[in-house]
Each structure stands twice: as structure tokens, then as C-alpha cells.
């Protein structure tokens, strides 16, 4: 996931997150940008992380699931993942 949230997140606290990755791409006193990788994704995981440690989620924004990924896909654009299922790579 790509996620906004207000505030500045520091990269120890980040790290402390129960999240398979947290990567801060850019924080200022605004807003943090950073980039979350969940093992198993429930029902608003991420925003009641970090609704935990006092910041309020702006922007998400699912990148991949599983072996599909937006890649370089544009608004509007499609790709045809019947083969990552099938096994026809």
C-alpha cells in the first residue's frame, strides 16, 4: 500500500508498526508518505495502525495483491492476469 497520513511518522516508530514492512518515503511536519506491506490484510488494519500511534490516514492506496501488480498501469488501463492464476507464465 501507498499511505498519507497527517503528521510526521519517524522511522522508529514506523518500524514498531505490526506490519511486514514500513518504509517512510517523506515526512514533514504536514504529512508522511510511506509505503506498508500487510502478510494478511483485514477489515481497516491500516488505518487503525496508525490511528494507534496518533495519526489519521489520508490517502491509501492498494499497489499489489498477492502476484498482481499495478506496475506501470495507468487510470483506465487493464492487464490480463489470467495467466499469473493458471500457472501459463
Known sequence: ???TV????????????PAAAVDVRKA???ETHLMVTLHQGK???IRKMFDAIGHEVTRLHRV????????PLGPGEWQDVT???TGEL
Open 1 to 3: 500500500y501507498v499511505v
Open 6 to 17: 497527517r503528521g510526521r511518522v519517524n522511522p522508529e516508530v514506523a518500524a514498531t508498526l
Open 28 to 30: 514533514s511536519a504536514r
Open 43 to 45: 477489515n481497516r488494519e
Open 64 to 71: 499489489s495483491y498477492g502476484p498482481v501488480s499495478l506496475g
Open 83 to 85: 495467466a499469473l492464476f
